[in-house]
């Protein structure tokens, strides 16, 4: 069983900047990407970042050149790096990683979250 906790999560003004690291145990040797999603109040969980083993990253256009998403696999840890913040990125955000083997999931494991509050 992979294992996922977050961490870095807090208050911060607007305009501010902010860094939510995801340290991952287990096996992780099926694991195919890991991504970073968020819960806005009254709103469905949504992506916001996603990283591949190959190094390829996808990002939901509202933090495009704000967030920058990266892993290190030797330490079996990902990062999520805000910047630019606005009050709209407020939410609790959750780490995942996911791993298919032949089209059958192997790995779909979820941290618990951490709460990000980005005040006016």
């Known amino acids: 069983q992979v294992q996922l906790v977050e961490s870095g999560g807090g208050l911060v003004q607007a305009g501010g900047s902010l860094t939510l690291s995801c340290s991952a145990r287990?096996?992780?040797?099926?694991?195919?990407?890991m991504g970073w999603y968020r819960r806005a109040p009254g709103k469905q969980r949504d992506l916001v970042a996603r990283?591949?083993?190959?190094?390829?990253?996808n990002y939901t256009d509202s933090v495009k050149g704000r967030f920058t998403i990266s892993r290190d696999t030797a330490e079996n840890a990902m990062y999520l790096h805000m910047n630019s913040l606005k009050p709209e990125d407020t939410g609790v955000y959750y780490c995942?990683?996911?791993?298919?083997?032949?089209?059958?999931?192997?790995?779909?494991?979820w941290g618990r979250g951490t709460q990000v509050t980005v005040s006016s």
């Open positions: 287990g096996d992780m040797s099926s694991v195919n990407s």
């Open positions: 995942h990683a996911d791993g298919l083997i032949a089209g059958v999931s192997h790995v779909d494991s």
């Open positions: 990283i591949s083993s190959s190094g390829g990253t």
